[in-house]
């Protein structure tokens, strides 16, 4: 295939959310395909170049959330309101007609503005666009409106149904879990290709300084890390980590969150900070810059067990990085996990959604002793390589752009 300039839109490409960071990621696979990968975004990081920054296209704005409030949650709203996400949509289309021109782009990969609704007119526009110009577009789908109960009931079905996806000819899709696939072609009858999150398996990552983080964080060297390193939203279930420290009972024990943004509220992160002081659990949050593999290798580094008890996820991309840097997982079985990567030969504790006792003797029996993982952080690493690669990557992505040219 010749080399083609694919234009990556979505509201954000910045910090440390999933969809940033698996963006980034196909776009490295991308680019070792031989393409170009350019930027377009309501808010853009370092690190995204090159890169249009379109305010209007953000989900966290006076605007966006107004707009939101008024349509979800309720089955109508007033006519104004349309009409403003209308006018919205217009002024963003033109806006992505004039970038898809000018910088030439020959194919479109919007990363998940069209599959979960936080920015309406963002997602209107590009079905708009996308219909009225035949633009080849691969939209790479994270998370659909019907996945999150908050939008639920609506307004705004019927622009759910033309742009969350919009399902076109001129529009090839990726989902990124076997679930979402399956769900896609019930609903809309269009079929995807699976993506799913990958990490670069074939260049294991440089030894992280862990002593370096856990100065960093204010850690003594003998403290024992618990190492949640997801954002600070509900359905992340910080709350079992926090419980999961109490009922270990170890004064020396620190629960560390890496990941700050509040993306839903303040209210939560609030809670959890109630919750480990009535606990007595060390709870802190300390930052890593992903920007810098070696900050997040340092932070895994310190780690003395890594936690994933999320309810829900469209994939886990911490599961990837905890195979990935090699440390030992408590993980709950979301039904992603249950799905498509728990049956892969993970070994992981697990939780069916409680803290069971089992749970929590496992993993007093892990932090007291490390070779009781030491073969499973190996085996995991190697189920990432054969299954969530760069690799993998690259065959799904070229049929995908094959597929969209082809339209």
Same mark, same amino acid.
């Given at each position: 295939m +010749?080399?083609?300039?694919?234009?990556?839109?979505?509201?954000?490409?910045?910090?440390?959310d999933g969809v940033s960071l698996e963006a980034r990621k196909v776009a490295e696979v991308l680019v070792s395909l031989g393409h170009e990968v350019m930027w377009w975004a309501g808010r853009i990081g370092p690190g995204f170049a090159p890169a249009v920054v379109e305010p209007d296209a953000y989900f966290d704005t006076p605007h966006n959330h107004a707009l939101n409030g008024a349509v979800f949650g309720a089955d109508d709203c007033p006519e104004s309101v349309v @009409? +403003?996400?209308?006018q919205s949509a217009a002024a963003l289309q033109a806006r992505i007609d004039a970038w898809v021109e000018e910088a030439s782009v020959d194919v479109l990969m919007p990363?998940? =503005? +069209? =599959?979960?609704?936080?920015?309406?007119?963002?997602? /209107?526009a590009i079905a708009r666009h996308v219909a009225h110009t035949g633009t080849p577009t691969v939209a790479h789908h994270h998370d659909f409106s019907w996945e999150r109960e908050r939008f639920w009931p609506n307004a705004v079905g019927d622009?759910?149904?033309e742009a969350f996806p919009p399902v076109l000819p001129a529009v090839s899709h990726l989902v990124i879990n076997s679930l979402?696939?399956?769900? /896609?072609?019930?609903r809309t009858g269009a079929v995807a290709r699976l993506l799913p999150n990958i990490m670069d398996f074939a260049n294991p990552p440089p030894p992280g300084n862990g002593a370096a983080f856990r100065t960093a964080a204010g850690l003594a060297a003998d403290d024992v890390v618990i190492l949640q390193p997801t954002r600070m939203i509900p359905r992340k279930g910080i709350e079992d980590t926090i419980e999961l420290a109490h009922r270990l009972a170890d004064p020396a024990i620190r629960v560390v969150v890496t990941h700050p943004e509040p993306d839903e509220g303040a209210t939560y992160v609030e809670h959890l900070f109630a919750l480990a002081e009535r606990?007595?659990?060390?709870?802190?949050?300390?930052g890593v810059d992903t920007f810098r593999a070696t900050g997040?290798?340092? @932070?895994? @580094?310190?780690?003395?067990l890594v936690t994933f008890p999320s309810r829900v996820e469209g994939f886990g991309n911490a599961l990837l990085e905890t195979f990935f840097f090699r440390r030992p997982l408590l993980v709950n079985r979301f039904d992603v996990y249950r799905a498509d990567i728990g049956p892969r030969g993970v070994r992981a504790i697990e939780m069916d959604g409680e803290l069971t006792n089992e749970v929590v003797t496992a993993a007093s029996e892990w932090l007291a002793d490390p070779s009781r993982w030491t073969e499973a952080v190996e085996a995991n690493y190697e189920i990432g390589r054969r299954f969530f690669s760069y690799e993998v990557a690259g065959e799904v992505l070229g049929a995908a752009l094959a597929e969209a040219r082809a339209h």
């Open positions: +010749s080399a083609l300039r694919i234009g990556m839109i979505g509201t954000r490409f910045a910090g440390l @009409a +403003s996400l209308r990363q998940n =503005a +069209s =599959a979960i609704p936080m920015q309406l007119p963002l997602g /209107l622009v759910l149904e979402a696939a399956a769900e /896609l072609e019930r606990l007595g659990v060390d709870f802190r949050v300390v997040l290798a340092d @932070a895994y @580094a310190a780690a003395d």
